[in-house]
């Protein structure tokens, strides 16, 4: 069952994404996103898709993942009450993953358009949720980079054995 829109402003607001942003521009954003079912296997995007818009997860598990063929390689799950594809509000390059329901999932769609108009009522709100995208980007990047090195080092100590 989706949230209430009082539940997703309450629900935004602790988000990283979204902290420090006032319940009104939540509500404006919340106004304007659009809300997007998909059945377990199906996706909400692929990898190379234009990317326009990030999803915040109602309900379900969405798994963001790298496609070879047939197979998808799990890179992360993505559970109720956060968010994926927010690399779509900093970079114009495709999607770098896709977006598979691994589960049904219910998620709320908000767009570019729909952030460029909150430019157009409150340029110091646009300028906090771009600030925190970038930062939870780098927090993202952080934790790969963690994960990377854990894999070197792992190998790394297997190939002196």
């Known amino acids: 069952m989706a949230l209430t829109n009082e539940a997703r402003i309450s629900l935004l607001q602790t988000m990283p994404v979204f902290g420090g942003l006032s319940a009104e ?8 996103a659009v ?23 109602d309900t379900g598990r969405v798994s963001l993942v790298r496609e070879d063929g047939d197979e998808h390689l799990v890179l992360k799950d993505v559970t109720p009450g956060n968010c994926f594809g927010v690399v779509a509000l900093l970079d114009f390059a ?14 709320f769609e908000i767009t570019s358009e729909h952030l460029y108009g909150l430019y157009n009522v409150s340029v ?26 854990e894999c070197w080092a792992a190998d790394h100590s297997a190939a002196r054995r």
């Open 35 to 57: 809300d997007r079912h998909r059945g377990r296997g199906e996706f909400f995007y692929h990898a190379g898709d234009s990317a326009e818009s990030l999803y915040v997860l």
């Open 25 to 32: 521009t939540i509500t404006l954003l919340l106004g304007r």
């Open 124 to 149: 110091e709100q646009f300028n906090l949720l771009y600030m925190n995208v970038a930062r939870e980007v780098c927090r993202r990047l952080r934790e790969t980079d963690q994960r990377l090195f």
């Open 94 to 107: 495709g999607r770098n993953t896709s977006a598979l329901a691994a589960e049904d999932s219910t998620a």
